[in-house]
């Protein structure tokens, strides 16, 4: 036995020390909740096991577990959320709901991987009371608010929801199709997984085991006449196709795209074969996000640094010109990490008639992204900025969302 076998079994808060797998499983659950964690991680590592959450985007070691009680939890865990504990060699998948100690319930989401060392049991926290957010309540300021409200009046055409793993595209998805279901429209969503169940709307989930993607989906939905489509993610060249004819044929189409840019957004549309005439003719627009994290309102502090002038393309953003920057601290109201919350960021990029231009006449990225920006659209690197100079957020996290040399030049 080596050292770390011998790792110490550290209590979660007003918990008994040693308690049975299944409380131990259960007030876990109950604390990544409270600390607003969107995944719980149980991986074995060589020697233990190791209990991780995501808060805020990042990943944070919270326990050690001595390993045969590390493997009681995650016997523990896949039985709650009804996946196979015996089966070890293979990747499982569950759902369940869990209630918790202090009476509330909470919707997880398991999925377990064979691992070197043994497995690794991640867990997606879906909780039930904050749910589905409203497209005011993502964090977009009221200029992006704007934009995107005006773009999802549309009554039909395509609107894409660009950006990396976790920079918070579905929810925008599901908060636009939220802001649009109000019993006047016929509402299809075609999801990998369905995230939360909303009342008034049609939601199907593709099945890969049995073959159902989201292109054989989509066409069965387009026989059900409806009004709005939100499709989980465009991944394939049928789908793409098929999204962009029923933008032009009078459906409103909202889906989510793997893409860099705004501009690049289009690009991707058209690696998978789309006719740039009709991609022009169908795009709303391009909401390319990030997620960054806000300053704590409680501890954040000034910077020594004086700031530099607002450049001229944000000075309507930004009203008043800081005379510095602010930054992270660390107090008991943020876990002394000195951030409060996600917040989304975005580059928005609206159809117009030269960008439809632009896009029918095969235009590089580069040129479609010169013609929005001349058009008034601020680059994410420019909307983060806008944070930046508001005090919302610190030079630090904006570098780590989007390095630029822009932001370099926010201080003296
Ligand atoms: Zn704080």
Same mark, same amino acid.
């Given at each position: 036995?080596?050292?770390?076998?011998?790792?110490?079994?550290?209590?979660?808060?007003?918990?008994?020390?040693?308690?049975?797998?299944?409380?131990?499983?259960?007030?876990?659950?109950?604390?990544?909740?409270?600390?607003?964690? !969107? *995944?719980?991680?149980?991986?074995?590592?060589?020697?233990?096991?190791?209990? +991780?959450?995501?808060?805020?985007?990042?990943?944070?070691?919270?326990?050690?577990?001595?390993?045969?009680?590390?493997?009681?939890?995650?016997?523990?865990?896949?039985? #709650? %959320?009804?996946?196979?504990?015996?089966?070890?060699?293979?990747?499982?998948?569950?759902?369940?709901?869990?209630?918790?100690?202090?009476?509330?319930?909470?919707?997880?989401?398991?999925?377990?991987?064979?691992?070197?060392?043994?497995?690794?049991?991640?867990?997606?926290?879906?909780?039930?009371?904050?749910?589905?957010?409203?497209?005011?309540?993502?964090?977009?300021?009221?200029?992006?608010?704007?934009?995107?409200?005006?773009? #999802?009046?549309?009554? @039909?055409?395509?609107?894409?929801?660009?950006?990396?793993?976790?920079? =918070?595209? !579905?929810?925008?998805?599901?908060?636009?199709?939220?802001?649009?279901?109000?019993?006047?429209?016929?509402?299809?969503?075609?999801? *990998?997984?369905?995230?939360?169940?909303?009342?008034?709307?049609?939601?199907?989930?593709?099945?890969?085991?049995?073959?159902?993607?989201?292109?054989?989906?989509?066409?069965?939905?387009?026989?059900?006449?409806?009004?709005?489509?939100?499709?989980?993610?465009?991944?394939?060249?049928?789908?793409?196709?098929? @999204? #962009?004819?029923? =933008?032009?044929?009078?459906?409103?189409?909202? %889906?989510?795209?793997? +893409?860099?840019?705004?501009?690049?957004?289009?690009?991707?549309?058209?690696?998978?074969?789309?006719?740039?005439?009709?991609?022009?003719?169908?795009?709303?627009?391009?909401?390319?996000?990030?997620?960054?994290?806000?300053?704590?309102?409680?501890?954040?502090?000034?910077?020594?640094?004086? +700031?530099?002038?607002?450049?001229?393309?944000?000075?309507?953003?930004?009203?008043?010109?800081? *005379?510095?920057?602010?930054?992270?601290?660390?107090?008991?109201?943020?876990?002394?990490?000195?951030?409060?919350?996600?917040?989304?960021?975005?580059?928005?990029?609206?159809?117009?008639?030269?960008?439809?231009? +632009?896009? %029918?006449?095969?235009?590089?990225? @580069?040129?479609?992204?010169?013609?929005?920006?001349?058009?008034?659209?601020?680059?994410?690197?420019?909307?983060?900025?806008?944070?930046?100079?508001?005090?919302?957020?610190?030079?630090?996290?904006?570098?780590?969302?989007?390095?630029?040399?822009?932001?370099?030049?926010?201080?003296?």
């Amino acid at each position: 036995m080596t050292d770390q076998d011998n790792v110490e079994f550290e209590a979660l808060e007003g918990e008994i020390e040693i308690s049975p797998p299944e409380i131990y499983a259960a007030n876990l659950i109950e604390w990544a909740v409270d600390q607003h964690a !969107s *995944d719980l991680f149980v991986s074995d590592s060589e020697h233990s096991v190791i209990i +991780a959450i995501r808060r805020l985007g990042k990943v944070q070691t919270v326990r050690r577990l001595a390993r045969d009680y590390g493997h009681k939890l995650q016997g523990h865990l896949r039985v #709650i %959320a009804g996946s196979d504990a015996g089966d070890m060699l293979r990747p499982t998948e569950g759902r369940g709901v869990l209630h918790t100690p202090n009476g509330s319930k909470v919707d997880l989401r398991l999925s377990t991987l064979p691992t070197l060392f043994g497995q690794d049991v991640t867990i997606r926290l879906f909780d039930p009371v904050r749910g589905t957010r409203s497209l005011s309540e993502l964090g977009y300021d009221s200029h992006e608010l704007e934009i995107i409200r005006s773009m #999802i009046a549309k009554p @039909a055409g395509l609107i894409l929801v660009a950006g990396p793993v976790a920079s =918070g595209k !579905s929810s925008t998805l599901y908060a636009a199709v939220d802001a649009l279901n109000d019993e006047t429209r016929k509402i299809h969503t075609l999801e *990998d997984p369905i995230e939360h169940g909303i009342p008034g709307i049609m939601q199907s989930q593709v099945n890969l085991r049995i073959g159902l993607d989201f292109a054989d989906l989509l066409a069965v939905v387009l026989r059900h006449s409806p009004d709005v489509i939100m499709i989980g993610e465009i991944r394939d060249a049928r789908t793409a196709q098929t @999204a #962009i004819r029923a =933008g032009i044929s009078g459906q409103l189409v909202l %889906a989510t795209i793997h +893409a860099k840019s705004a501009a690049e957004a289009i690009d991707s549309l058209v690696q998978y074969e789309a006719n740039p005439k009709f991609i022009a003719r169908s795009l709303v627009g391009v909401i390319n996000q990030r997620l960054i994290r806000t300053l704590c309102p409680k501890c954040k502090q000034a910077s020594t640094q004086p +700031a530099s002038q607002v450049p001229e393309r944000l000075a309507s953003r930004v009203p008043t010109s800081p *005379d510095h920057l602010y930054e992270a601290v660390g107090c008991e109201a943020c876990f002394e990490e000195g951030y409060e919350e996600l917040t989304c960021v975005s580059e928005i990029l609206q159809n117009s008639h030269e960008i439809e231009e +632009a896009i %029918a006449s095969s235009q590089p990225a @580069a040129t479609i992204d010169a013609v929005a920006r001349q058009q008034g659209m601020l680059t994410l690197a420019e909307t983060i900025a806008t944070r930046v100079l508001r005090g919302e957020t610190s030079l630090v996290e904006a570098q780590r969302c989007a390095p630029d040399p822009l932001l370099l030049n926010l201080e003296q």
